[in-house]
């Protein structure tokens, strides 16, 4: 998310909280492959930034000390919030997962927001409790496996006769898993390296579920590193991201999420850093370069314009990754090959517009496919 992040002034102690045509699931292709035993079974994903609804760029320039001016900007942020349809974005989000039905799914940026009154909670948007309620409208056979908070804080609204109202609101990770899948560990986390700005410190998270795959461990990683713009903070995220999270983990591993290092753009560009490359030279191979050519556009996801009403898209920046390191164990093991897979980006046409005319986010999602080939 490079032109935003969180600016998020602390206040008050305990106030931080909390009809186009779709595509079909992907069908299993299970030809032969020369020299290997075959392929076996795809393993599914899907990876989406949903988006927070509101800029909070604006909130970078205010004098903090000046209380109007930070609950007039507060108030701007919570108004874009709501004008973005945020229940309508959900629910374009959940048509990717009916259509499709991923093994696993990773979201970023599933912002909780409370308007509190005093100390009495007085309104809420859970834009995760919005996709769970959707969900089970449709009877989807998924279930949320892991919830990682990360930065939360709250922001002033008014002072009113009854007390303060502020704007509370706590980011997350998520990932959702299909109730076949069988899991065999999950885990997640908080990166050390931290964004100290002012009264708040912007933290980061990851997430990860483990599970049985045809056989084999398939671990799957989500993550959203910080923007470049604190690229120290970003190197030391990915140092710890590679270092540990994903060291030592014996089976398929698939990194899927908003790394925020544009693998389209070169070294001094604004957009870039150097953390695509880094988890690449880590034995990471990026799907998106593996699936046939014919699949294959510019594979850009970030980013529509901050109310998601451009009428053209406006992406131009490849953000958005599912990176996937094969198991390589003495004896055999699942390989990654080229031309074995398909991953689509989603959400980036126009017909992908809500009823009300708006990006479902302001990132496109990664949807993908990955065939491993038996080797033992």
């Known amino acids: 998310m490079p032109r935003r992040f969180f600016f998020l002034f602390a206040l008050g102690a305990g106030l931080a909280a909390c009809a186009d045509e779709r595509p079909t699931p992907f069908e299993p292709q299970l030809a032969r492959v020369p020299g290997e035993l075959g392929e076996a079974p795809p393993f599914e994903v899907y990876s989406q930034n949903v988006y927070l609804g509101g800029d909070t760029g604006p909130l970078f320039t205010l004098n903090f000390s000046d209380i109007p001016a930070v609950m007039a900007a507060t108030n701007r942020f919570w ?6 349809n945020v229940p309508e974005r959900m629910a374009a989000i959940v048509d990717e997962i009916e259509a499709r039905r991923p093994h696993v799914v ?26 769970e309620a959707e969900i089970a409208s449709r009877g989807l056979p998924y279930v949320t496996e892991v919830v990682q908070p990360a930065t939360s804080a709250a922001l002033p609204l008014a002072i009113t006769s009854t007390g303060l109202r502020a704007l509370s609101f ?3 990770l998520v990932v959702l898993r299909r109730s076949d899948v069988t899991l065999t560990s999950e885990a997640s986390g908080l990166y050390a390296a931290v964004a100290p700005l002012g009264p708040v410190t912007l933290k980061r998270g990851w997430a990860r579920v483990s599970v049985n795959h045809d056989g084999a461990p398939h671990h799957f990683v989500t993550t959203h590193l910080e ?12 140092q710890q991201l590679l270092g540990q999270v994903l060291a030592g983990l014996d089976g398929v591993v698939v990194l899927a999420g908003d790394l925020n290092s ?10 870039w850093t150097d953390t695509y490359d880094r988890v690449r030279a880590a034995g990471f191979d990026d799907l998106w370069e593996l699936a046939p050519p014919a699949n294959l556009g510019d594979g850009f996801t970030c980013c529509q314009a901050n109310d998601l009403r451009n009428a053209v898209s406006e992406l131009d920046q490849r953000i958005d990754f599912v990176l996937v390191r094969p198991s390589t164990p003495l004896g055999g093991g699942h390989g990654v090959g080229r031309g074995l897979h398909r991953i689509d980006v989603v959400g980036d046409e126009a017909a992908d517009r809500t009823a009300g005319g708006l990006w479902p986010a302001d990132h496109a999602g990664l949807a993908a496919s990955l065939r491993t080939t038996r080797t033992e």
């Open 79 to 84: 108004q874009e919030v709501q004008q973005s």
């Open 106 to 131: 990773g979201l970023q940026e599933m912002l909780r927001f409370v308007v509190v009154q005093g100390s009495t909670p007085v309104g809420v948007l859970d834009l995760l409790a919005l996709i």
């Open 170 to 172: 706590t980011d997350r």
């Open 227 to 238: 923007v470049q713009a604190l690229r120290q903070v970003q190197a030391g995220q990915a």
């Open 262 to 271: 544009d693998a389209a753009a070169q070294p001094g560009d604004v957009s």
